[in-house]
């Protein structure tokens, strides 16, 4: 592995850390839209139709996740912050934020190509309370690395709207 490729994953690692603790801290998380007791997940390749409950949450999240990302795309890393969760940015201050993805997006150049590969609805990640989740994967070629998958992770906010809480490239 080479020292860029090392640094790149420690710091997407630590990303990825960062918003797990973020989404932990957060106090319990109010009760689902699908309803109590009802855990379901869904992804945009299941073989069966999901409940349109499950479809309006991966959508917005997804939808979600790719303005987000033109945000951080587009170098507006404070401004992305800003409209990242409650509990992400009470973990991270705004300074830290735009350090580490400077260090991490910087060396791999502009993304040219972002592909949605799944999305899924979740109510229990590891190590973090339950709630909302949407985990969204895309295919990204970078400039300097034509093959990364991106993951973001949105959940929705106290306010119960759908906010960035994690993010992760490998």
């Given at each position: 592995m080479t020292p860029h490729v090392f640094a790149t994953w420690r710091m997407g690692l630590a990303l990825l850390l960062i918003a797990a603790s973020a989404v932990h801290a957060q106090s319990q998380a109010p009760a689902s839209a699908l309803g109590q007791g009802e855990h379901q997940v869904a992804t945009t390749d299941a073989k069966s139709a999901p409940s349109p409950a499950v479809t309006n949450a991966t959508d917005a999240g997804t939808t979600e996740a790719t303005r987000w990302l033109r945000l951080i795309d587009g170098g507006k890393y404070a401004e992305g912050w800003t409209q990242a969760a409650t509990a992400f940015r009470a973990a991270i201050g705004q300074p830290d934020w735009d350090k580490t993805l400077v260090q991490v997006r910087t060396p791999l150049g502009a993304a040219t190509t972002r592909t949605l590969k799944s999305a899924a609805l979740t109510h229990q990640l590891p190590n973090v309370p339950p709630g909302d989740y949407v985990v969204i994967q895309f295919d990204t070629a970078f400039e300097q690395r034509p093959a990364a998958?991106?993951?973001?992770?949105?959940?929705?906010?106290?306010?119960?709207?759908?906010?960035?809480?994690?993010?992760?490239i490998k």
């Open positions: 998958v991106e993951t973001v992770v949105v959940q929705r906010d106290t306010d119960q709207v759908w906010r960035v809480s994690g993010y992760f």
